[in-house]
């Protein structure tokens, strides 16, 4: 049995013609998320993806930005509902230190007593440091400190049941620090924030971000065998999977994908 990959949304922060980058994971009927975009909008998603949130026993939070952030409060909330009237076997979230204090203080504001007093009970906090293994369901990952510049953010290195590796590189540049952790992948997610051509327009390397030719550089170097480009502009949605391909395509052989929200892989 292969796994699969839903992105449930595929763009940077700003975005408003889709949703902000996220995804699950699914093997046999369990649910690996990582991030939840920046609000309620997450419901949406996962309801259109056939994804019953009965089924996220794991969620992986790479940092507290807005964007990826606020949806996993949502996640909570669902979770801490269903699991107190049974219906919810539990979740654990996985982050670092800051994303669990932001997370518990986002929650004691805004949720229930009797949603909070689920918190480490059916929903439980792993907080990891750089380097930390863990094990969520059936992936066993390493979580990794991406050396950001703005906040601290936390990428991983996945193996998959069937032994292929996927390594989330985070929504910021890579650092060769973190070699280790990127190199070999079968898959390599990547944040592509616009075309090498609209650098001028929209200024990727003021806010520390990528284009689809410094990802696809980088995935060559990293010896990567698949290539994913996410958290774009949302400017010509029409016409980015076949922009960013063909970008990308000049500096890396292997294949490449420009999902669009909602679409799935199996890898």
Not at 35 to 44: P, V, Y
Not at 200 to 212: G, L, N, Q, R, V
Not at 258 to 266: A, G, N, T, W, Y
């Amino acid at each position: 049995m292969t796994t699969k990959i839903t992105f449930l949304g595929t763009g940077n922060a700003l975005v408003t013609k889709c949703y902000n980058t996220c995804f699950a994971l699914q093997y046999e009927g369990e649910t690996f998320l990582t991030d939840a975009g920046g609000g309620n909008g997450i419901l949406a998603q996962l309801e259109k993806a056939h994804i019953a949130v009965s089924s996220i026993r794991n969620l992986f939070l790479t940092h507290g930005h807005t964007d990826h952030i606020l949806g996993v409060i949502w996640v909570i909330r669902m979770v801490a509902s269903l699991y107190t009237r049974g219906k919810h076997a539990g979740l654990t979230i996985f982050c670092h230190d800051e994303c669990e204090q932001k997370l518990r203080t986002f929650c004691q504001m805004t949720l229930t007593a009797k949603l909070q007093a689920v918190l480490d009970n059916g929903i439980k906090f792993v907080c990891l440091k750089n380097g930390d293994d863990f094990q969520a369901g059936p992936f066993k990952g390493t979580a990794f400190d991406i050396l950001s510049t703005k906040a601290k953010q936390f990428g991983y290195r996945l193996t998959l049941p069937d032994g292929k590796i996927l390594v989330c590189l985070g929504d910021e540049p890579y650092n060769p620090a973190c070699l280790s952790f990127a190199q070999n992948a079968d898959y390599l997610l990547s944040e592509a924030f616009c075309l090498y051509d609209e650098r001028e327009e929209f200024k990727p390397y003021e806010k520390h971000h990528s284009t689809a030719l410094d990802a696809a550089r980088v995935a060559r170097e990293l010896q990567a065998k698949n290539l994913v480009l996410y958290h774009t502009q949302d400017n010509n949605l029409a016409a980015r999977k076949t922009l960013y391909t063909a970008e990308a395509k000049k500096e890396f052989s292997g294949p490449i994908y420009v999902p669009d929200d909602l679409e799935s892989l199996e890898i």
